[in-house]
């Protein structure tokens, strides 16, 4: 049976961490041949495939992500010899927060100060 890939707008970044978020979509069908998970760093690099899966997998965690980077994710669906992509999700990647305690040390050893 020859189906058109479906793929519902529905692609989810969630759980965003500062170096790993999940990523969740909906391939609207169950005849599905295999899926990838595709990413992009906003910084110029290439789009990075992520997951591979002759499965009807519908979520994936992405890990080794820079903090505070900005990414773009989106999946390509191939059914039966048919391609189809979803929407594309930019997200931002968490910031490494430093806690007061922290900073202060910093200062110290950094700079000498020990006022704080």
Same mark, same amino acid.
């Given at each position: 049976?020859?189906?058109d890939p ?21 391939? %609207? ?6 899926? =990838? @998970? ?9 789009w990075t ?18 903090? %505070? ?22 997200? =931002?990647?968490?910031?490494?927060? @430093? ?5 202060s040390l @910093?200062? @110290? ?8």
């Open positions: 049976m020859c189906v479906e793929i519902a707008s529905a692609i989810n970044v969630t759980d965003i961490q500062q170096t790993r978020v999940t990523v969740s979509w909906s391939n %609207g069908q169950t005849q599905v041949v295999n899926s =990838t @998970l595709v990413y992009y760093k906003a910084t110029g690099a290439e495939p992520v997951h591979h899966s002759s499965q009807t997998t519908t979520t994936r965690t992405v890990p080794g992500l820079e903090p %505070g980077t900005e990414y773009q994710f989106y999946v390509k669906i191939t059914s039966y010899g048919k391609t189809s992509t979803s929407n594309y999700v930019t997200i =931002t990647t968490g910031k490494i927060r @430093l806690a007061k305690d922290m900073k @910093l200062v @110290l050893r950094n700079c000498c100060v020990a006022c704080l």
